[in-house]
């Protein structure tokens, strides 16, 4: 059974950072593309951040030069700095794994694994 498991959400006050974290089980990724996405009531999951098998990276415009989305074949996680965060960033986080090995694609619908996402909450 494939699980990922988000962690490291929260509170935090606007121009904070924090950290996610994703681990995964019953299977490895080491060659599939690894995302985060967000969704805020109301609106569809967005793309955030993703990273390629081989460590290629590619982020939303709302969050390039913010934002760092990093993996460890290793250890089978992915993680996502968020620095200099606004109140707009809030939402509920998902990572999610690339089922098909090899492939690039940041649409939500394309992905088959995901986690059961983690809060992050940016306010004063």
């Known amino acids: 059974q494939v699980q990922l498991v988000e962690s490291g959400g929260g509170l935090v006050q606007p121009g904070g950072s924090l950290r996610l974290s994703c681990a995964a089980s019953g299977r490895t990724f080491s060659s599939n593309m690894l995302g985060w996405f967000r969704q805020t009531p109301g609106k569809e999951r967005e793309f955030v951040a993703g990273i390629t098998w081989s460590g290629g990276v590619t982020y939303s415009d709302p969050v390039k030069g913010r934002f760092t989305i990093s993996r460890d074949n290793a250890k089978n996680t992915v993680s996502l700095q968020m620095n200099s965060l606004k109140p707009e960033d809030t939402a509920v986080y998902y990572c999610?794994?690339?089922?098909?090995?090899?492939?690039?694609?940041?649409?939500?619908?394309?992905?088959?694994?995901w986690g059961q996402g983690t809060q992050v909450t940016v306010s004063s």
């Open positions: 999610a794994a690339q089922q098909r090995r090899y492939f690039t694609t940041t649409e939500a619908a394309s992905y088959g694994y």
